[in-house]
């Protein structure tokens, strides 16, 4: 499995925006995915989660503010993210365990300015 994000970049606060993480591979295997984060000094933390059956689980620091989903025709999981605050500048992953083994994107920064 491969999973390749996109869609970082900076933001003010009070901005949106979406990321993107298309999966290629043993895709018809993958159950859920997820985004992480890992901001500076910090250890990484799960943001948000969306299983097959379309149930989401967010962290409650972006409750109400972002918003997982997943396109299967695209296989793609996005993260829209809205309201964003200096706190939530951290290099994001895009996740999912698929039999066992941990896959992981490459990360995208995003950073929210003040």
């Known amino acids: 499995v491969q999973l390749v994000e996109s869609g970082g970049g900076l933001v003010q606060a009070g901005g949106s925006l979406r990321l993107s993480c298309t999966a290629s591979?043993?895709?018809?295997?993958?159950?859920?995915m997820g985004w992480y984060r890992q901001a500076p000094g910090k250890q990484l933390e799960l943001v948000a989660s969306i299983f097959s059956g379309g149930h989401t689980n967010y962290a409650d620091s972006v409750k109400g503010r972002f918003t997982i989903s997943w396109d299967n025709a695209k296989n793609t999981v996005y993260l829209q993210m809205d309201n964003l605050k200096p706190e939530d500048t951290a290099v994001y992953f895009c996740?999912?365990?698929?039999?066992?083994?941990?896959?992981w994107g490459q990360g995208t920064q995003v950073p929210v300015s003040s």
């Open positions: 996740h999912t365990v698929v039999w066992g083994y941990e896959y």
């Open positions: 591979g043993n895709i018809a295997s993958i159950d859920a």
